[in-house]
């Protein structure tokens, strides 16, 4: 698959799934709702690899080699990792091309490569980018 050029530059490359792995299981995620003046704020903790994988049903040292990059997921198993993490389907679907699976196969290569490199724009911030994605 070939990556978008911006402005005369290859476009930037998905993460690395270990890291993105990494990042998303070691994430803290806060949760604001207001209600009568008031505000509540839950944390859920990061999850462990062992946690991780007891949920998605693999071997911790497997979720500990995908996360170093010494090896790469089925597709069957990042999807199983995307569950496990309760990621929406943004998230789900940054996971499957970061492990380099092709997550709308009901689009065409074209129209799906622009949503992800649309999708890594925003999550990076780099908005800019957005103008020129055409």
């Given amino acids: 698959m070939q990556h978008a050029r911006v402005r005369g ?19 803290q ?4 709702r207001r209600a009568n003046q008031w505000r509540t704020t839950w944390v859920t903790a990061p999850l462990s690899q062992h946690e991780l994988a007891s949920r998605a049903g693999v071997d911790a040292a ?7 990059g010494t090896t790469t997921p089925s597709r069957a198993v990042a ?20 492990a380099g699976y092709w997550p709308w196969p009901a689009l065409d290569e074209d129209t799906a490569l622009l949503v ?18 055409r």
């Fill in 9 to 27: 530059r290859p476009a930037a490359e998905p993460p690395p799934f270990g890291a993105l792995l990494r990042r998303l299981r070691t994430a």
């Fill in 116 to 133: 992800a490199m649309t999708a890594l724009a925003v999550i990076a911030g780099d908005y800019r980018r957005l103008e020129h994605a």
């Fill in 29 to 32: 995620t806060t949760y604001a």
């Fill in 62 to 68: 497997h979720v500990n080699r995908l996360e170093r």
């Fill in 79 to 98: 999807e199983r990792l995307a569950a496990a993490l309760e990621l929406e389907e943004d998230g789900t679907v940054l996971l499957l091309v970061a």
